[in-house]
């Protein structure tokens, strides 16, 4: 059964940090492209980053160009993504998504809640 089950998020204060986990089961994690997005309410989904398998290249979205990072552990089918300087603006629901050769998959998701 392919899994990916998000972890790590929760409420933050502004300026704060949150590491927010993927943990992939039940396919070829070495052969898919990893990404994290998000979805506030009221708003459409939007991209946050990815990272690839091959070369470990990795892209963000503009509005968390650096503030976040994406990380993957092939060792452990893991990817993580450290926010970092968090605003209210990113208080969204945070999704991990894989994606290769025509199959996709999506977790459940994470809600991350950033506070004033």
């Known amino acids: 059964e392919v899994q990916l089950v998000e972890s790590g998020g929760g409420l933050v204060q502004v300026g704060g940090s949150l590491r927010l986990s993927c943990a992939a089961s039940?396919?070829?994690?070495?052969?898919?492209?990893i990404a994290w997005f998000r979805q506030a309410p009221g708003k459409e989904r939007e991209g946050v980053s990815c990272?690839?398998?091959?070369?470990?290249?990795?892209s963000y979205g503009d509005s968390v160009k650096g503030r976040f990072t994406i990380r993957r552990d092939n060792t452990k089918n893991t990817v993580d993504l450290q926010m970092n300087n968090l605003t209210p603006e990113d208080t969204a629901v945070y999704s991990c998504?894989?994606?290769?050769?025509?199959?996709?998959?999506w977790g459940q998701g994470t809600q991350v809640t950033v506070s004033t």
């Open positions: 998504y894989a994606q290769a050769q025509g199959l996709d998959y």
């Open positions: 990272i690839r398998s091959n070369d470990g290249r990795t």
């Open positions: 039940g396919f070829s994690f070495d052969d898919y492209i």
